[in-house]
């Protein structure tokens, strides 16, 4: 089945408790990208790679980092986490560019104490 | 840069009746995408319709058709034979067509509220 995939769904940690957040695509899609979900506020993006090791930021990169060392994983790194990014977390892929549908992921829920 | 503005929070539609979600986007430029995506409780977020600003004719998938207006830079999604299922955000997004530029711009959303 053609899907993306998020570990964990849910997360509780604490200020300063670096973190990781993957994110896996079975589709050999080229693009990827992580947003955030809060209320009032829509989804915004953090991070996007349009494809192995070629990463960019975002509308909201402060305190986020991301890796692609390979094409199907795209993991959401929070080297020192704060209470202002408790929120939901979404990474979305699609084919390339030049396919606009992208598919997301289920969701990650992070709460920062 | 884009925006992308849902003036209504909040809709109620009653069971196999008819609704329509409004969206405006504001943009200088001439070719890009626009989507409606819907996110029920489970948080899941699904493609519901997709447009291609360079086609006139409007997008329509079963009981989904949008009503897209491009000088007036309106985009709004009408949900006929509504049913219990469709409640749920939505969520409008805007895409360039530009290479370079995936990423989606969305709005704040609309809660759609489908009562028996």
């Known amino acids: 089945e053609a899907q993306v995939t998020q570990n964990p769904r849910y997360l509780i940690t604490v200020t300063g408790k670096k973190l990781t957040v993957t994110c896996s695509q079975n589709?050999?899609?080229?693009?990827m990208s992580w947003y955030r979900q809060d209320p009032g506020l829509g989804l915004r993006q953090i991070y996007y790679s349009m494809n192995v090791e070629v990463t960019d930021k975002g509308d909201v990169p402060e305190g986020y980092k991301v890796s692609r060392k390979e094409k199907r994983n795209f993991p959401l790194i929070l080297e020192s986490p704060s209470p202002n990014q408790t929120s939901l977390y979404f990474c979305?892929?699609?084919?390339?560019?030049?396919?606009?549908?992208?598919?997301f992921g289920p969701g990650t829920r992070l709460l920062v104490l | 840069a884009q925006t992308v503005t849902q003036s209504q929070p909040e809709m109620s539609v009653q069971e196999a009746e008819t609704v329509t979600l409004s969206c405006t986007y504001d943009?200088?430029?001439?070719?890009?995408?626009l989507f409606w995506y819907k996110q029920p409780p489970s948080r899941q977020m699904i493609l519901v319709i997709r447009q291609e600003a360079y086609k006139q004719q409007n997008a329509t998938e079963n009981r989904f058709s949008v009503n897209f207006q491009k000088a007036a830079k309106s985009f709004s999604l009408k949900i006929s034979d509504s049913q219990l299922g469709d409640a749920a955000m939505y969520f409008c997004?805007?895409?360039?067509?530009?290479?370079?530029?995936?990423?989606?711009?969305f709005g704040k959303g609309t809660k759609l509220t489908v009562n028996p």
């Open positions: 979305a892929s699609s084919f390339s560019y030049r396919v606009e549908t992208q598919y």
């Open positions: 589709m050999n899609h080229e693009y």
């Open positions: 943009t200088s430029e001439s070719d890009y995408y």
């Open positions: 997004a805007y895409r360039s067509a530009q290479g370079g530029s995936e990423k989606l711009v």
